[in-house]
């Protein structure tokens, strides 16, 4: 089992930055793709960001490519989020995704474990 912790969300104007963070505990990590994904309400839950076990290769969703940036601490078992330039339809709940495989995933259903999700929302 793993358990994944978000945390660094809250409400920021247009144009503001914010940091997510997704701490992983309860099993030992090995060649995991971590990952995050968001869901506005009355829509489907959206890819955002993967990140490799080494944290060398990354994948973006087009929604977010050049505005976020995913980064991981294995030290840590911690994996971020870097949102800047935030826009008002970036407001969604965001939540991390473990994956047991090591490919860059887009797809949800290649996610093993999620966070409970925290809510970013950004004022106009």
């Known amino acids: 089992q793993v358990q994944l912790v978000e945390s660094g969300g809250g409400l920021v104007q247009a144009g503001g930055s914010l940091r997510l963070s997704c701490a992983a505990s309860?099993?030992?990590?090995?060649?995991?793709?971590m990952g995050w994904f968001r869901q506005a309400p009355g829509k489907e839950r959206e890819f955002v960001a993967v990140?490799?076990?080494?944290?060398?290769?990354?994948r973006y969703g087009d929604s977010v490519k050049g505005q976020f940036t995913i980064s991981r601490d294995n030290a840590k078992n911690t994996v971020y989020l870097q949102m800047n330039s935030l826009k008002p339809e970036d407001t969604a709940v965001y939540y991390c995704?473990?994956?047991?495989?090591?490919?860059?995933?887009?797809?949800?259903?290649?996610?093993?474990?999620w966070g409970q999700g925290t809510q970013v929302t950004v004022s106009s």
């Open positions: 990140v490799s076990w080494s944290g060398g290769r990354t």
């Open positions: 309860g099993r030992t990590f090995s060649n995991n793709a």
């Open positions: 995704a473990f994956s047991l495989g090591s490919s860059l995933y887009v797809n949800a259903y290649n996610y093993d474990y």
